[in-house]
């Protein structure tokens, strides 16, 4: 595909040229960059030391329209990728995870 191609598709639909990227990745390489990403946020932050009453907690995270499921446990202030069963799953389509990480999207509104 043509370079000025592919920039229109991202264009169009940049939540859809995501879905696709996620598509390709292994689904443990992802969890990892993204506990990776979580954990370098929290560092400093006082919620990291709050995680501590939660450590050994498994959490999922599913975005159904990818489709994708990637479960983390937490430990000292922060998350690690884990395989084993979750406690609680979070699911929600991409769009809904990109608008919460934006802020643009309020947690309970989506609970709801």
Do not use: C, W, Y
């Not at 560092?43 to 994708?68: N, Y």
């Not at 979070?90 to 919460?100: E, K, N, P, Q, S």
């Amino acid at each position: 595909m043509r370079a000025a191609a592919v920039r229109d598709i991202l264009m169009l639909d940049p939540h859809a040229a995501l879905r696709h990227l996620l598509r390709l990745a292994p689904a443990t390489a992802q969890a990892q960059l993204l506990a990776l990403a979580v954990n370098q946020l929290l560092r400093g932050q006082l919620i990291a030391e709050r995680l501590g009453d939660l450590a050994g907690k498994r959490l999922a995270l599913r975005v159904d329209d990818v489709p994708l499921a990637l479960t983390f446990e937490i430990v000292a202030g922060g998350l690690r990728h884990s395989v084993r069963a979750p406690h609680v799953t979070v699911r929600g389509t991409l769009a809904d995870f990109i608008a919460l990480a934006r802020r643009r999207e309020d947690p309970d509104a989506l609970f709801f």
